[in-house]
């Protein structure tokens, strides 16, 4: 099994917001990505989405409410629920679509 240095790859990605696919479990993707201070705008999806932040911060907004995630934490966006990354977000998210 490959080891990953999460915070390395994030940083050397081309472009923030952007992921990179490290893996497929079944059918679920795992990715990666970079943050860069600046917003993401509000998205939904068909399925439900594990926000894993590695390094940094994101300040996520669901349903009008600002939500804070640190290094180490993780949120569950749940299917069809829209959310959307705030300004200030910095560092590297793993996501898993579910």
């Keep these: 099994m490959p080891l990953f240095d999460l915070p ?10 952007r992921s990179t696919v490290l ?7 795992i ?9 993401y705008g509000e ?7 594990v926000l894993l932040v590695v390094s940094g911060r994101m ?3 669901v349903a009008g409410e600002a939500l ?3 290094a ?3 949120y569950i966006a749940e299917a069809g629920v829209p959310h959307a990354v705030l300004s200030g977000s910095h560092g590297s998210l793993l ?3 579910l």
Excluded at 8 to 17: D, F, G, K, M, S
Excluded at 34 to 39: A, E, G, I, S
Excluded at 44 to 49: I, K, L, Q, S, T
């Design 8 to 17: 390395t790859i994030a940083n050397a990605l081309p472009a923030a917001w």
């Design 23 to 29: 893996g497929r479990v079944g059918s679920t993707n």
């Design 31 to 39: 990715k990666l990505l970079r943050m860069d201070q600046l917003p």
């Design 43 to 49: 998205e939904a999806h068909d399925y439900d989405e």
């Design 59 to 61: 300040v996520l907004e």
């Design 68 to 70: 804070r995630i640190d």
């Design 72 to 74: 180490g934490q993780m």
């Design 95 to 97: 996501i898993v679509d």
